[in-house]
Every structure is written in structure tokens, then in C-alpha cells.
């Protein structure tokens, strides 16, 4: 049974999987103001991340601390190969649904 | 603030979260947007952390699920948006308050609060020398009872059983010091004893400390602070047991002292730490023979005594001893000797910062109370459609825990900003004012503040609302409540008044101090002066062959001192001519002490044709000829020195105006006073001058007698006073050069500008009326805003009723009228509350102030019309709107 995705986690896992080694906070953020033109807030990506390590759709790891961020480490975030197929599931489910309906491109 | 991002999770999220925080927040700080647009940012990305984290650890806990529900932050959010004129009010209002008091309590955990850095401060006590005889001295005025031990004394108090330890210290003093064959430098040097660091907690990291021989022997031994073996030693672990030179430069003699141990970081005691500490048995036996040594010193109270029974028993030890003059001890808790001058203004200004949140409260329950009339329709629609009164309640109970979250984080943003700005013109006579800092204690500070202000803010009103009788506000059919008395809110409006008199009082009152004290004659233009501080290095004596072929003489004496006086004078005036030829410099001269920097000597002087009267204890100045040309005093009477006044007897001196007035009833010129320096030796001054008294430590001090004598008669000139036509500041550095060029034997020890040094004096009067001036300035806008926001609701609320006068033949004036009689009673109500008040509040100023009484009738009238005029400037936009009302608009609504 593959796991239920909300729309944002959909977006942050997308944004994980175009980020690759580079996804923590800040680039996740950015690309998700980038591509979409939201404007999250910090609090609410954090949020989701754990909601979806608790998954297990995400793993972390923690990097080395950096000067820019006032000496502390960033979080590291990767898609764990159960969040590569439910984001898979999702987004075929989307493309399905969506197969012949006018009005979309 | 970051611990509010801990909420609901782990050490390692709120780390990276606080981190990715940083990160973009130094990103966001552009000079086009400025680092405030960055800082809101940041706070509001805190806060909805917070409420994300909060609501992340409530999922799925039962007990609390039902509290706490994102709908309603999102539905306060909305209203927010849809009233962004309330809720930033309210929000502003709250975060004043708090950034106001939260950085006032930094400051004064960090200065006060703070334990000392001591194992167990409270048991430590400073021992003072008191030497009543001395009382009437005026060169002891302030430190007759703060003096200093001899060696016999200190042994008597060792003995004492109510003391686990007494141990001494000399206050460390500079010395210009030769390294080898290293260059003259001014160093520090401090002597302790063995007892120091174990009374005090210090460890020795390497090495050992001073033992007993050290203490009573002339060892010669050396203990190191860290940062010394650091940076002159290059912190060799070898450096125990080496001996190193230090030639006294002046002197021409050496100490050699063996290093036996270094000390652990960040030793610190009575201000800045010496370099290097010495031991105190150097004079060995001749210091208790003689009754020598000058000890400060710090006792450690046994288990059982107080501070009272210790002082009874050092008392009569010390007492015991026979001494020439009346001898005995006093006792002060470190505790108190440290902060204790700092605690009370610093507790005041506290309390001035707690009485500006409670204006800011008051006002927040008047923006409620306000805001609930508006929502009294839609709670009644709510609960007539169903809805729950707790559900409701819980509505409000989240409107404002989010109001007072962000209230509070605004708060400390604003609190970190106004503590940077507080330590920045704090002044250095502040205890620890470098270690204050926005920390999670003063966090909690801020948070609990919030949550109390939420308490008596949200409370009245949420009651209010809940109470709210469905059926009664849908018959009034959506027109909105008409009028009302509100009694509850007038005195909430009343009471701010009275808190912002208080306010404004104190901040009359310190603002007058300050200005008395800067309009205080200070005796001569301060301003684009520069003061070098120098020390002579090298022989005081000039030629060594001369003083050779000359020793053996009768007058030999007389030769030397001539000689000295020769060298110095000759020095000076080179310095002064070279110097005078700087581009920029107007006038440059020399002198033995300068105002604000340090105090002109004592000179015992008997004053002629007056032989019956005890001798006179005056103040001696040595200056050049050029000194009161260069200081920009007047001569009011009489001449300035000239190249005449050569050594011989007479001498010629000029006078203070004091000294005129004392001794010679103003009449001083061709006077004469004489002192007696050797028991064979008379010297005889001749009055040709007068000139206007100087400030000489602080602008509240009396004037003192004070004579000025030429350094062409006595030398000692040790500092130099540039006036320039430039800013003094761009001077100092052409000046160090021009000396090192003259003369290399003279080091410059500091440099300083004037209106550093008064500034200097009145640096905590100034720290006071400034933030007492913020305090009253912001307690008076919020009293304004808060009358004005009751006023503006009545105006509206009226409108009906003016509308029914208007069509009964009122002119507009008559509305203004009334809209002004409203307020005039309110503000009636809150000076009549707030006169007392601060007649009461303005009586613990008393010792602070300077030229003005705690209950000077015309401050109080100040400040009252101060108020006054913020009240009508409160009042004139709903006093406008009164009188512009439409009757035909009014009535048909």
C-alpha cells in the first residue's frame, strides 16, 4: 500500500529529487519559490520533512558546521527509495487522471 | 530567540533550522531592503517555526488535541489581515514593552544580578583602613575611610579567627619597563598574596602559587595571568623557574624575578588585571618595623561569622595596635563594594522600563476592549448558528496567545537591538557591562512577560465577549452597539496617564540634572583640545659628567635639583616648540596635572601676614608659560607667566579665584604665601595672576583653592595639551610622531581628547537621562495613542446622539466641546492619580540628581503640561471628526 502524498509534500519530495546531494533547508526553499512561486516558510518545510522521515520516504544526515550559519551544521535531506515510488505513485496518478482533459497545458 | 525554534523538536532540527535561518537572513540583508526588513523576516519565520513546532508535538495527544487547532491561527491570521491597523498596533504596543524591559534586565542580570565569578561572593568581604584624622584633610576627603593597610595591620588581621583567610593585594600600577635590550614599554605590575587566588577561586595551571616566604621575603618571585605567558611568553611550558629582567626605565634600576607559575584565563579582579603580579614581601621585615605597605585587602568569613561579629573582632585587633594615629577597619560585603554604586540606578531604570510595560498593557486591554465591540456581532452570530461558548473562548484564548507570542518576539528582536545600543553608550564605570547579552535566561524574561501581559490584557475582554447574549446583539440588528459608559476603559486610559507622568518626571528630572551639570563653568574651552600623558625615561639628570665632577661639593643638593630642573625644562620645551609647528595646531603648553585626568598636589602653605592661622592645605600645578593661552582661561586679573619669572625668590605664582577669595578676600595680587619643604627650607610666592576656578574631577564639585606655579621654577611637566583647529582626534597621531622625533627617551603613555574626559565624567547622569527620556518619551505616546484610540471609538459610537444634537440646534463647536470634555476628564482623573504618584516614585531619584530637587514644583508642571499637550495632540483628529459630523448622514444610518 503506498503512502498517502499531500500536495506540498508531493512538491518537497520533487524538490529533493531535483536537488540530490545539494537538498537542505535553504536550497529546498529556493527552488520551491523558484519553480512554484510560493513563498513557504521555513517552519512548515521542517515540518513536513519530519512528517515524511517518519515515513521513512526520507532519510538526513547532518553536515559540518559553517560560519554563514552562525557555526552550525546543515541538515542534509535524500529520498529514500520508498519516497522515490510513492513520489512515482503520485505523480503517475496525476498523469492518469489527467490524461485527456482539456484545458491543461 | 532560537530556543523558540526547540519547540516540539529536536536538539538537531532546531540547530539546522536555526542555521538555514542564519544563512538566508545574511542573504536578505541588502542595502536596498537595510538589515531591518531582514530582521522582520527573520522574527516572523521564528514565530510561525514556533507555532509549526508546537503543533507538531500536540498530533495525536489526546489530552491536547482538542486545544489546539491550526483553524483558529489561521482564522486569527485572517481577522488580523482584515484589521492589520489593530493587530499591528497591539503587537507594536506589546513588543515596546517588552524589548524595553527585557533589555533593561539584561543589563541588569548582567551587572547585578549575575553571581559573581567567586565560590560563594557572599562570604567575601573587603577590609578598608579607616583613618578618622584624616577626616578634616581635604586630600582625603573621599578616602579617609576607604584607605589602604600596613604591613602590621595586615598581620593583626590574619589573626583574627572570624576570617578564613585575609588576603592582600596592591592595585596594579605602570611601569615603563625595559625587556633586556628591548624598548621601553609601559607595563603593568600588581603585587598579591599567597591567599589571593584560593580566596577567589583562581587556579594555577602551571607552576605553583606564592607561598608564606613570598609573602613576607623578598623573593623576587612572579606569577603570570594566562594571557601574558600567551603573548609575551609565546606560552612556553618552560617558563617556571626562568628569571626575567625588567629594567625600570626612569630609574635606571633592574628587577630580576623568577616566574613560578602562570595563573588560569581570564583572571580578573578590581578592573583591568595587571601583566605581571609580583609577590608583596619585597620590603621583608623593614615593611613591619617601619609600619610600611599599602595594602588592599580581601577576607574570606570563617563558617559561623557575620560580617558584623568579623568587623567587632578585626576592630579590636587592628585597634590593639600602637599606632601614631587613631587606626580601625571597616568591613564591606565584595558583594556590595563591586556592584553596589551600580545596583540602584540600575534597579530605578528597571523599574522604569516594568512601569513602560504596564502602559503598554494598559493599552492593549483598551485595543481589546475596543476590538471586542466590533466582534460582539460575530460571536453572537457564532452562537446563535450553534457554536460552543468554550469553543468561542478557545478562539479568543489562541487570538491572544498568538498576539502575546508575537508581541514577545518582536519584543526581543527589539530587545537584542536596544541592549546593543545600551552597552554601546553604557558608561565604562559599569560593572561586567562587557558580558551583558541577550541569553536564554532573558529570553524567558521576555516570554514570561508576554504571557503575563496576555493574562491581564486578555482576560477583561475575552470574559466580555464570551458573555455575549446572542439574541441581544442579533435584535440589534447588525447597527452595532450604540453607546456606552465605558467605565472600565476611561480608567484604563486614566491609569496610563499616570504611569506616563510618573515617567515623564523622572525624565525631567535626570534631563535637568544633566543639563545643570553641562551648563556648570567649567574654567576654560574645551574644546579641539588633546592631552598626551608622557613619561620621562633615561636619566632625569642630564649630563653624568657634570654630576660626577660635582659630588663632593657643599652645595652638591642645590646642583642636583638645579640640574633636574634644567633637563626637564629644557625637554618640555622642546616638545612644546616642535609641536607648536604641527600643521593644524594652534597652541600647545605642558603642565604637572591636567582637569578631569589627574588632580593637581597638595602643598602646605602659610599665608604672610597671617602667621597665627594654622597652615593651609592648597592644590600646586606646575604649568609653562603658554598653559593658560592654550587652556583658554582668562587671566581676569593681573599676568600670566612670562619669560621673567625665572628660579629665585620669590617665586611667581597665579592664583585660583577661590584661592583670591579665601585668603585674600579677592584682593591677592602682590601677595605672598610661603611653604616650608625642608626643614631648612622656605619657598616664597609672589601673587602676580588670578585666573577663573577649574572643574578638576567632576562638574558637581566646589571650587577649591589652587595655585599655578611656572616649570621653569619647579619642572614635573608630565603632560602635554595640544589645542588644535582641527578635530583633536586627527592631531594624535601627527603628535606621537613629532614626540618620538624630539626626544626618544620620552614615551608617550596615552592620549586623549577633552571632551573625551568630560564626557567621561558625566557618562552615567547621561546613560540615566537618556533612557529615562526613552522611557517617558514612549510611556507618553502610548498614553497618547491609548486616549486617542478610546476617544475615536467614543466620536463614532456618539455619532447617533450627535447627529440628535446637531438637528437640535448644536453647532459643530459645541460637539468639540464635548468630545474635549470627555478627554479633559480622563486626563484630569490621571494627573490627579499620577501627581502623587510621582511626587512619591521621584523621591528614591533624590541621591541621583544634580541641581534639582525630586519635588521641584516647576518640573512637575513641566511634565504635567508635557502630557497636556500630547493629550490635545491625541485629541484632535476625533475633535475634528466631532465637528465635521454630517446630521443627515448620522441619523439616517
Not at chain 1, 17 to 33: M, Q
Not at chain 2, 103 to 116: E, G, H, K, N, Q
Not at chain 2, 765 to 776: P, Q, V
Amino acid at each position: 500500500m503506498p503512502a498517502y502524498l499531500g500536495e506540498f509534500e508531493q512538491l518537497v519530495l520533487l524538490a529533493l529529487a531535483r536537488l540530490g546531494d545539494e537538498a537542505y533547508g535553504v536550497t529546498i526553499r529556493a527552488t520551491l519559490v523558484e519553480r512554484t512561486g510560493r513563498r513557504p516558510t521555513f517552519g512548515a518545510i521542517y515540518s513536513t520533512l519530519r512528517r515524511l522521515e517518519a515515513k521513512g520516504l526520507v532519510r538526513s544526515y547532518l553536515g559540518e558546521p559553517q560560519a554563514v550559519r552562525g557555526g552550525r551544521a546543515k541538515k542534509h535531506v535524500a529520498l529514500t527509495p520508498r519516497g522515490r515510488a510513492a513520489l512515482r505513485d503520485a505523480h503517475r496518478a496525476i498523469v492518469l487522471m489527467a490524461e485527456g482533459v482539456g484545458g491543461l497545458r | 530567540m532560537r530556543w523558540l525554534l526547540r519547540i516540539g523538536r529536536t536538539r538537531e532540527d532546531a540547530a539546522a533550522l536555526a542555521g538555514d535561518l542564519e544563512e538566508e537572513r545574511r542573504a536578505r540583508v541588502r542595502p536596498a531592503r537595510g538589515w531591518l526588513a531582514a530582521e522582520i523576516w527573520y522574527a516572523r519565520q521564528v514565530a510561525v517555526a514556533a507555532v509549526f513546532g508546537l503543533r507538531d508535538s500536540l498530533r495525536g495527544r489526546s489530552p491536547v488535541r482538542g486545544l489546539f487547532r491550526m483553524g483558529d491561527v489561521r482564522f486569527a491570521l485572517r481577522r488580523w489581515r482584515r484589521r492589520p491597523g489593530f493587530a499591528f498596533t497591539a503587537a507594536l504596543t506589546l513588543a515596546l514593552g517588552i524589548g524595553a524591559t527585557t533589555s533593561m534586565f539584561s543589563v541588569a542580570d548582567a551587572v547585578i544580578l549575575r553571581p559573581l565569578p567567586w565560590p560563594e561572593p557572599e562570604r567575601l568581604v573587603v577590609i578598608h583602613g579607616v583613618y578618622p584624622d584624616r577626616r578634616q584633610d581635604p586630600a582625603y576627603a573621599t578616602t579617609w575611610n576607604r584607605g589602604t593597610l600596613t604591613c602590621p595591620m595586615w598581620d593583626a588581621l590574619r589573626r583574627a579567627e572570624a576570617f578564613t583567610d585575609v588576603a592582600v593585594w596592591t592595585p596594579s600600577r605602570t611601569r615603563d619597563t625595559t625587556f633586556g635590550e628591548a624598548r621601553t614599554e609601559i607595563v603593568s605590575v600588581g603585587g598579591i598574596s599567597s591567599g589571593l587566588l584560593p580566596v577567589l577561586g583562581v587556579r594555577v595551571v602551571l607552576g605553583r602559587n606564592f607561598n608564606d616566604e613570598d609573602d613576607h621575603e623578598p623573593t623576587y618571585a612572579m606569577l603570570l595571568p594566562h594571557e601574558t605567558w600567551q603573548r609575551r611568553f609565546g606560552g612556553r611550558s618552560d617558563i617556571v623557574g626562568e628569571i626575567v629582567t625588567m629594567g625600570h626605565a626612569s630609574s635606571g634600576g633592574t628587577d630580576k624575578r623568577r616566574v613560578v607559575g602562570v595563573l588560569e584565563p581570564a583572571f580578573r579582579f578590581g578592573g583591568e588585571p595587571p601583566e605581571f603580579l609580583w609577590n608583596v614581601g619585597t620590603a621583608g621585615e623593614v615593611c613591619r618595623t617601619y609600619d610600611g605597605g599599602s595594602f588592599r585587602a580581601v577576607a574570606r568569613l570563617a563558617p559561623g561569622a557575620s560580617v558584623e561579629s568579623a568587623a567587632v573582632e578585626a576592630q579590636g585587633l587592628v585597634g590593639a595596635l600602637q599606632r601614631k594615629e587613631t587606626t580601625s577597619v571597616r568591613l564591606v560585603p565584595l558583594v556590595e563594594e563591586e556592584l553596589g554604586a551600580a545596583a540602584r540606578p540600575l534597579w530605578l531604570l528597571l523599574g522604569g522600563a516594568g512601569l513602560l510595560l504596564l502602559v503598554a498593557c494598559a493599552n492593549v486591554v483598551g485595543l481589546l476592549l475596543g476590538e471586542g465591540r466590533h466582534r460582539r456581532h460575530e460571536v453572537g452570530v457564532r452562537l446563535a448558528l450553534g457554536g460552543s461558548r468554550p469553543r468561542v473562548i478557545r478562539q479568543l484564548v489562541v487570538e491572544h496567545a498568538l498576539l502575546a507570542l508575537v508581541g514577545s518576539v518582536a519584543g526581543l528582536v527589539l530587545a537584542v537591538w536596544i541592549t546593543q545600543t545600551l552597552v554601546g553608550i553604557a558608561p565604562a564605570s559599569l560593572p561586567r557591562i562587557d558580558t551583558v547579552a541577550v541569553d536564554w535566561r532573558v529570553a524567558a524574561v521576555a516570554l514570561a512577560l508576554g504571557a503575563a501581559a496576555l493574562l491581564i490584557s486578555g482576560v477583561a475582554p475575552a470574559w466580555s465577549l464570551a458573555r455575549t447574549d446572542a439574541a441581544g446583539v442579533l435584535a440589534e440588528g447588525g447597527r452595532g452597539w450604540a453607546s456606552g459608559r465605558h467605565l472600565g476603559h476611561r480608567a484604563i486610559v486614566a491609569a496610563e496617564i499616570a504611569i506616563a507622568l510618573v515617567l515623564v518626571v523622572g525624565a525631567a528630572l535626570f534631563g535637568e540634572t544633566i543639563a545643570r551639570l553641562a551648563s556648570q563653568p567649567l574654567g576654560f574651552n574645551p574644546a579641539n583640545l588633546t592631552i598626551v600623558s608622557t613619561s620621562f625615561t633615561g636619566s632625569r639628570l642630564g649630563d653624568p659628567a657634570v654630576l660626577r665632577a660635582a659630588q663632593g661639593r657643599p652645595d652638591f643638593r642645590d646642583l642636583v635639583s638645579q640640574l633636574m630642573l634644567s633637563t626637564s625644562t629644557a625637554r618640555t620645551e622642546a616638545l612644546v616648540t616642535r609641536l607648536r609647528a604641527l600643521p593644524g595646531v594652534q597652541d600647545v603648553a605642558g603642565a604637572s596635572a591636567i582637569p578631569f585626568l589627574a588632580s593637581p598636589s597638595f602643598l602646605d602653605v602659610r599665608i604672610e601676614g597671617r602667621s597665627s592661622e594654622p597652615v593651609q592645605r592648597v592644590r600646586q600645578q606646575v604649568v609653562t608659560d603658554g598653559y593658560f593661552a592654550t587652556m583658554g582661561m582668562p587671566v581676569v586679573e593681573g599676568r600670566g607667566f612670562a619669560d621673567s619669572d625665572r628660579p629665585g625668590d620669590p617665586r611667581a605664582a597665579v592664583v585660583s579665584a577661590e584661592f583670591s577669595r579665601r585668603f585674600f578676600d579677592g584682593r591677592a595680587i602682590g601677595q605672598r604665601f610661603s611653604n616650608q619643604w625642608a626643614p631648612d627650607r622656605i619657598s616664597t610666592y609672589e601673587i602676580i595672576g588670578v585666573v577663573p576656578d577649574v572643574k578638576r574631577v567632576n562638574l558637581a564639585e566646589n571650587d577649591e583653592p589652587l595655585f599655578y606655579a611656572p616649570d621653569r621654577q619647579l619642572g614635573l611637566v608630565s603632560y602635554i595639551v595640544v589645542r588644535s583647529s582641527i578635530d583633536p582626534v586627527s592631531t594624535i597621531a601627527a603628535v606621537r610622531q613629532a614626540i618620538a622625533e624630539v626626544d626618544p627617551q620620552v614615551v608617550v603613555t596615552a592620549t586623549t581628547t577633552m571632551s573625551e574626559l568630560i564626557g567621561g565624567t558625566v557618562a552615567e547622569e547621561r546613560f540615566r537621562a537618556m533612557l529615562s527620556a526613552c522611557f517617558g518619551g514612549a510611556g507618553l505616546l502610548l498614553a497618547a495613542v491609548g486616549l486617542y484610540g478610546l476617544s475615536a471609538r467614543r466620536v463614532v459610537e456618539r455619532r447617533k446622539e450627535f447627529g440628535v444634537r446637531v438637528a437640535l440646534g448644536a453647532a459643530p463647536v459645541d460637539l468639540r466641546a464635548l468630545v474635549l470634555r470627555d478627554a479633559a476628564v480622563i486626563v484630569g482623573a490621571g494627573l490627579l492619580v499620577g501627581l502623587p504618584a510621582a511626587f512619591v516614585a521621584s523621591q528614591v531619584t533624590r541621591a541621583l540628581l544634580f541641581g534639582v530637587t525630586p519635588t521641584a514644583p516647576h518640573v512637575f508642571l513641566i511634565a504635567a503640561g508635557v502630557l497636556g499637550l500630547a493629550a490635545l495632540a491625541a485629541m484632535l483628529a476625533p475633535v475634528r471628526r466631532a465637528g465635521r459630523l454630517d446630521p443627515v448622514v448620522a441619523l439616517r444610518e
